[in-house]
């Protein structure tokens, strides 16, 4: 046996302890990425090292945990924060503009990005002069191709009312669930690593990137918050996950319009200085 064929198997030995969860429960390819994906955030080269940092390191049994449940998503996760997007930021942008720019950000199989583009279809669809464009990105291009091919299990969209069940996807004879050219139309899909520093789209009115950062170092997680400054429009949005927080050394960047909906925008202008 390979080495690293060993040392696979003793890791994921190790992380079943660890984390009292059953790798075998995964498919092992996906187990593997999932690896992966730790060890080039911790600087690991093989797995024998990667474990070696594991056992030495209890802080990386956290975001590890996250890393194996990392593409959980579903449609209108969290439904308030869909009725301040629909209700809220997207009068707020097409009250400014008639073309508006979306970014999702993590955009994993696709249910958020989707989401995004049926309030966006809803929009548009009693203003002819309007428009937008939603660019969904994500590290992985396995859940990225998934994405793109916009077909669900009914279990995925068995919460949608079927009147937008209706409208939006059509049962094909395998018993799946295509999304509609109509919402294919506005996603471009794109690979994109959140950590590269550089965004895939500048001049952007709403950056969605919900339950991405909860395994980001802080510094990681500021220079994220950074980019999306930089990326977004005057008075642009930016909405985060519900358990996800602006660190202190950048709060100054945005103002928030809803804490609980976690939904910010930015601020332009230097902050005011702080009173003490
Ligand atoms: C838990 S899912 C969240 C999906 C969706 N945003 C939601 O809230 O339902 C996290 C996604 O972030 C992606 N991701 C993790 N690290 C990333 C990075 N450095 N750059 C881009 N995407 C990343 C993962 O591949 C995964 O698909």
């Known amino acids: 046996m390979e080495d ?39 600087n690991s080269s093989t797995y024998a090292e990667y474990l070696r940092y594991l056992k030495g390191h209890p802080q990386e049994t956290e975001p590890l945990r996250n890393a194996l449940t990392i593409n959980v998503t579903e449609f209108f996760r969290d439904k308030e924060v869909w009725d301040e997007v629909k209700n809220v930021i997207l009068p707020a942008l097409f009250a400014q503009k008639k073309r508006i720019s979306i970014w999702c950000a993590g955009s994993s199989t696709g249910e958020e990005p989707y989401t995004l583009a049926i309030l966006l279809h809803d929009a548009l669809v009693n203003h002819k002069d309007w428009s937008g464009v939603i660019t969904a990105t994500d590290i992985d291009e396995v859940v990225l191709a998934k994405a793109k091919a916009g077909v669900f299990e009914e279990k995925a969209i068995q919460k949608l009312p079927t009147v937008q069940v209706q409208r939006h996807f059509t049962k094909r004879p395998d018993g799946l669930y295509e999304v509609k050219p109509h919402l294919k139309e506005l996603i471009r899909f794109r690979p994109h690593d959140l950590m590269s520093g550089v965004p895939p789209a500048r001049y952007v009115d709403l950056i969605t990137c919900r339950n991405v950062t909860i395994y980001f170092t802080e510094k990681q997680k500021d220079d994220l918050a950074r980019m999306f400054h930089s990326a977004l429009v005057a008075d642009g949005y930016y909405v985060m996950g519900k358990t996800e927080y602006l660190g202190r050394q950048v709060e100054d960047l945005f103002v928030a319009k809803n804490a609980t909906q976690k939904v910010f925008m930015k601020r332009d202008k230097a902050a005011p200085p702080k009173t003490p």
């Not at 992380?15 to 690896?35: A, G, H, M, T, W």
């Open 4 to 42: 690293s064929a060993q040392d696979f198997i003793l890791l994921k030995k190790h992380v079943e302890q660890l984390l009292k969860i059953q790798c075998s429960n995964y498919k092992e390819d996906y187990i593997k990425r999932r690896f992966l994906s730790r060890m080039r955030s911790t």
